[in-house]
């Protein structure tokens, strides 16, 4: 079993800062794509950022320029640093995680997710 935990969201005033964490621990021996994803009351779950583990990036046309998505390999970590944020950033913020995990025949692929963490900008 695989966990991931977030951490970072909070209140913030439009023009701000906020820097996302999402930590993965349990029964991992590797880990592929890790990415954020957002949802807004209402709306539908988007991509916001996803990194690869060789360290490629993609990002929603919405944030770049302001977001940024990182990993620490090393601690099965993944970041999003947020400037620049806007009303419209408002949302649960959600980490996933495609991690291989050992099995008793070998290894397999799964897809995690996080518990979500708000983030809130005020105008």
């Known amino acids: 079993q695989v966990q991931l935990v977030e951490s970072g969201g909070g209140l913030v005033q439009a023009g701000g800062s906020l820097r996302l964490s999402c930590a993965a621990s349990?029964?991992?021996?590797?880990?592929?794509?890790m990415g954020w994803y957002r949802q807004a009351p209402g709306k539908q779950r988007e991509l916001v950022a996803a990194?690869?583990?060789?360290?490629?990036?993609n990002y929603a046309d919405s944030v770049k320029g302001r977001f940024t998505i990182s990993r620490d390999n090393a601690k099965n970590t993944v970041y999003l640093q947020m400037s620049s944020l806007k009303p419209e950033d408002i949302a649960v913020y959600y980490c996933?995680?495609?991690?291989?995990?050992?099995?008793?025949?070998?290894?397999?692929?799964?897809?995690?997710w996080g518990q979500g963490t708000q983030v809130t900008v005020s105008s």
């Open positions: 990194i690869t583990s060789g360290g490629s990036t």
């Open positions: 349990g029964s991992i021996f590797s880990i592929n794509d």
């Open positions: 996933k995680a495609v991690v291989r995990h050992p099995t008793a025949w070998g290894t397999s692929l799964s897809v995690y």
